[in-house]
């Protein structure tokens, strides 16, 4: 089992420290009252060669855009890992907490990585106050979506979050 992966998104350097510590050059940050937005090139990746991520630290969700190389294209819009998320003055962080929601927009949400997180608690990586928390927002989230028909910018349109994205 994995430890939970820690992130930093250094918006002076323009840089994004993943969990393995390779260090990756940020084409746009964008910084919202209630988020940031990151666009990048994801080098390396057989699946996609772009990635967009909202970190949204009061719903405790970063939200991601892949963008799909031909022949990996799955089906899904969106990608919602929860977690902690945290502003500093020139960086950001994020704590994965291992749970995972695809969203078809309109369609459905589908939960993932449940096993990680209990196995997680089981070996002590992780608290279980802190899988509670993670849970509880992986439940409102799937009922937010549902109550939004799928709709995740119908949704974030009712708190005043406006999530843009690269149009290719």
């Given at each position: 089992?994995h430890?939970p992966?820690?992130?930093?998104?250094?918006l002076s350097?323009?840089?994004n420290?993943?969990?393995?510590?390779?260090v990756?050059?940020?084409d746009?940050y964008?910084v919202?009252?209630?988020?940031?937005?990151m666009?990048?090139?994801?080098?390396?990746?057989?699946q996609?060669?772009?990635?967009?991520?909202?970190l949204l630290p009061t719903l405790?969700?970063?939200?991601t855009?892949?963008?799909?190389n031909?022949?990996h294209?799955r089906?899904?819009?969106?990608?919602?890992?929860v977690?902690?998320?945290?502003a500093?003055?020139?960086?950001?962080?994020?704590d994965d907490h291992?749970l995972?929601?695809?969203?078809?927009t309109g369609?459905s949400?589908?939960?993932s990585?449940?096993?990680?997180?209990?196995?997680?608690?089981?070996e002590?990586?992780?608290?279980p106050e802190?899988?509670?928390r993670?849970?509880?927002t992986?439940?409102?989230?799937v009922?937010?979506?549902a109550t939004?028909?799928?709709?995740?910018?119908?949704?974030?349109?009712t708190?005043?979050?406006?999530?843009?994205w690269?149009?290719?």
């Amino acid at each position: 089992m994995h430890p939970p992966k820690h992130e930093i998104f250094d918006l002076s350097a323009r840089t994004n420290t993943d969990p393995k510590g390779i260090v990756r050059a940020v084409d746009v940050y964008t910084v919202q009252p209630w988020g940031l937005y990151m666009a990048r090139p994801t080098p390396g990746r057989a699946q996609f060669h772009y990635t967009e991520s909202w970190l949204l630290p009061t719903l405790g969700l970063r939200v991601t855009v892949f963008h799909f190389n031909p022949g990996h294209e799955r089906d899904q819009d969106f990608y919602l890992d929860v977690g902690d998320y945290r502003a500093g003055p020139t960086r950001w962080y994020g704590d994965d907490h291992y749970l995972d929601l695809v969203l078809r927009t309109g369609e459905s949400v589908q939960l993932s990585d449940v096993d990680e997180l209990l196995a997680a608690v089981r070996e002590g990586l992780i608290s279980p106050e802190t899988a509670e928390r993670a849970i509880r927002t992986a439940v409102t989230t799937v009922e937010a979506l549902a109550t939004h028909d799928y709709r995740l910018d119908e949704w974030f349109r009712t708190m005043g979050m406006i999530l843009t994205w690269r149009t290719a």
